[in-house]
């Protein structure tokens, strides 16, 4: 008898969780998921962005005549480094986050994310944070392989954090966007293909754009993508084509923008749910 009053009283003393107005064990839970998700195969989020990264830089000075060659004061190797880096980082970020409400949403999975006492805010929160670290980790890890063949050095690193970060988060809310609207494969493809890469391309990641027509300098200066790499190479050589506190400005303006929308899509559950 007095044991089981003992275990009586002990399920008395049970008592469900409270959670407060953030649920920080689920948001931590989710945001190292996401982390995980990708370090466990660090070999393809990790690595292989690297070597790609350094052929790429090995095409441009050895195959297509950048040594020797000066852009914006500088060599055009030490140029184009902080370009390359940017898109992959954002490459990464993109695909990290769009990959993983795709998959779960193929798979049948996703339940495992709307299910949680999580708020719409919470699991855009956690998702977007794991495709951020991971273009950071990326972007990192290209950073000190390229020290090995280059001399690379911060002019303005308060400059090239913000950048970073900034342009992280808005291809990391780019790619829930994307994962949420696309039902297979071949929509992630299609955005990007169609969108991610011919705007990185057209941003100034491989060149200056003083050195394009006038038209095309217009047309620059309204693709965010500009911007960040912009500003991310002002960064690193202390030399920037457009205005850096436009940049640093819009920017944050942009994820303002993707964040209530991608929040409004989760709350909504378009394309979660059905």
């Given amino acids: 008898m007095c044991r089981m009053a003992l275990i009586d009283q002990k399920l008395t003393q049970i008592a469900p969780r409270t959670i407060g107005r953030v649920n920080t064990l689920g948001l931590w839970t989710l945001y190292s998921r996401e982390v995980k998700r990708f370090l466990n195969v660090f070999t393809q989020t990790l690595m292989a ?94 950073f000190f392989s390229m020290m090995l063949f280059l001399p690379i050095s911060l002019a303005h690193p308060l400059s090239a954090l913000w950048f970073a970060i900034n342009a992280c988060m808005m291809l990391a809310l780019l790619g829930m966007l994307g994962g949420i609207w696309a039902q297979k494969y071949d929509h992630i493809a299609a955005v990007t293909n169609f969108i991610i890469t011919p705007l ?66 989760i709350t909504t559950g378009y394309r979660l749910k059905a």
């Fill in 200 to 265: 990185s391309f057209l941003s100034g990641t491989f060149y200056s754009i003083d050195r394009l027509p006038d038209a095309w300098v217009a047309v620059a200066h309204f693709n965010p993508f500009f911007y960040m790499i912009d500003g991310f190479r002002y960064g690193f050589i202390g030399h920037a084509d457009g205005n850096i506190m436009v940049g640093a400005i819009l920017l944050p303006v942009v994820n303002l923008v993707l964040w209530f929308v991608t929040h409004r899509l």
């Fill in 49 to 142: 962005p690297v070597i790609t990264t350094l052929l790429f830089l090995a095409v441009f000075a050895l195959a297509l005549g950048g040594l020797g060659r000066t852009v914006g004061g500088v060599d055009y190797i030490t140029f184009l480094a902080p370009g390359l880096m940017m898109m992959t980082m954002t490459q990464n970020s993109f695909a990290n986050t769009s990959s993983s409400i795709l998959i779960a949403k193929v798979q049948g999975n996703i339940v495992d994310i709307l299910m949680p006492p999580l708020a719409p805010w919470e699991m855009a929160l956690g998702i977007a944070a794991g495709g951020i670290t991971r273009g950071l980790m990326v972007g990192l890890t290209v």
